[in-house]
């Protein structure tokens, strides 16, 4: 892809304008990943860990292209009451970094084998793969986490069953502000809803 | 209103609650957490003081605890003023060059007193505590994990000044080694 082009697919995917839905097509990209249930906090630490290596061959083969890439999670529950609920503990989830594609398996490794020796035993999900959502709705949030159910619901009452869209994947959040250096009223997470069409049949 | 320049602390805690409200205690825990103490100079005490005169200046405002929460902490929250004296005074703390003189300038002025294994073992015991804080540095760097990208760059200017540090002291270290010595 071109640079040009490059910058405005990230920004359509990473910077949706907080005030409408939008679709957009959300192209199969490499994360590193970790999955769970309960508190995503551990999961947290480790993706961060062992993308730091990562990042810092990144920044000398990408000079002033490299971008820090955001946290970004994937929510669901076995019963979807608990995920309207917001049941944390029964909530899982899978926690994940974008990375280059030009991040092999040998580059990974090497990056847990060095986040190991500071944190110990290495989760068993912790793992580099493909994502692919494609078509996706999406949206800005601007404001505490807790304080999404309102935007969430709109989406899947209403611009969902309008265009004959059902969900296709999980719940997607991409967080683009730390909340230790952020207030909550001003914290930026993008909702992504991968879809499917379901035209009713005549 | 005209602010005079504020110091290092205040400017670094005016920042701080301009972030987000926040109260004394967290205010702490923040400057101990991003490794704030060392170069700063606030101890948990003075955070209280320096606050107090953000607060006479007018930078700061403090939401006082109300009914039942009596007891609950002062939150400090930054005005409008505030904010702008912010701005231009982290503008002006980038913009400006502040060297800071080492005490190796004194160290090597001096350096015809001393005998060459003293002065040697001297330097190398400097090379030796700046390997230490290089190594400080990277650490507290991977630990904090995840630092927003103008951290890391803060992170890289220390890192980069200590690095320039260690190769001087080589070749500096080389050189008076191997060049005879005149007693």
């Known amino acids: ?202 | 209103m005209n602010t005079k320049n504020l110091t290092d602390a205040e400017l670094l805690l005016l920042g701080l609650v301009a972030e987000m409200p926040r109260h004394g205690y967290q205010l702490d825990l923040v400057i101990e957490q991003r490794g704030m103490r060392q170069w700063t100079q606030i101890g948990f005490s003075s955070i209280y003081f320096v606050l107090g005169k953000l607060e006479k200046m007018g930078l700061v405002t403090v939401k006082k605890p109300t009914g039942k929460k009596a007891k609950a902490k002062k939150i400090y929250t930054v005005t409008k003023t505030g904010r702008k004296e912010l701005v231009k005074q982290t503008l002006s703390a980038l913009r400006q060059v502040r060297p800071t003189y080492s005490s190796v300038l004194l160290g090597m002025v001096n350096w015809q007193v001393l005998k060459r294994d003293k002065a040697l073992e001297a330097l190398k015991a400097r090379g030796k505590a700046v390997e230490a804080e290089l190594a400080r540095l990277a650490d507290i760097q991977i630990v904090q994990q995840p630092l927003p990208d103008f951290v890391e760059a803060l992170f890289e200017y220390s890192l980069g000044q200590l690095r320039a540090e260690a190769k001087w002291l080589t070749q500096t270290l080389d050189y008076m080694t191997s060049k005879p010595w005149l007693e």
């Open chain 1, 1 to 202: 892809m071109k640079e040009k082009d490059f910058r405005a697919k990230l920004k359509e995917l990473y910077l949706p304008s907080p005030n409408d839905f939008v679709l957009v097509d959300v192209p199969e990209m490499q994360f590193v990943m970790m999955d769970g249930q309960g508190s995503p906090e551990i999961a947290v630490k480790w993706l961060f860990s062992v993308v730091y290596p990562i990042k810092r061959i990144a920044k000398e083969r990408m000079g002033k292209d490299f971008v820090e890439p955001p946290l970004e999670g994937l929510w669901w529950a076995d019963d979807m009451t608990d995920f309207i609920l917001g049941n944390k503990d029964k909530l899982k989830w899978r926690m994940m970094i974008v990375t280059p594609e030009w991040v092999n398996d040998e580059m990974f490794e090497q990056a847990v084998a060095t986040t190991k020796k500071r944190l110990g035993d290495v989760p068993t999900s912790l793992r580099l793969e493909h994502y692919d959502e494609g078509k996706s709705v999406q949206i800005m949030h601007v404001g505490p986490n807790s304080e999404e159910v309102p935007t969430i619901t709109r989406m899947h009452k209403e611009f969902l069953p309008e265009r004959n869209l059902v969900p296709n994947g999980h719940h997607h959040e991409i967080y683009l502000n730390d909340p230790n250096r952020v207030a909550p009223e001003k914290l930026k997470t993008v909702l992504r809803q991968p879809v499917r069409d379901c035209t009713p049949k005549q």
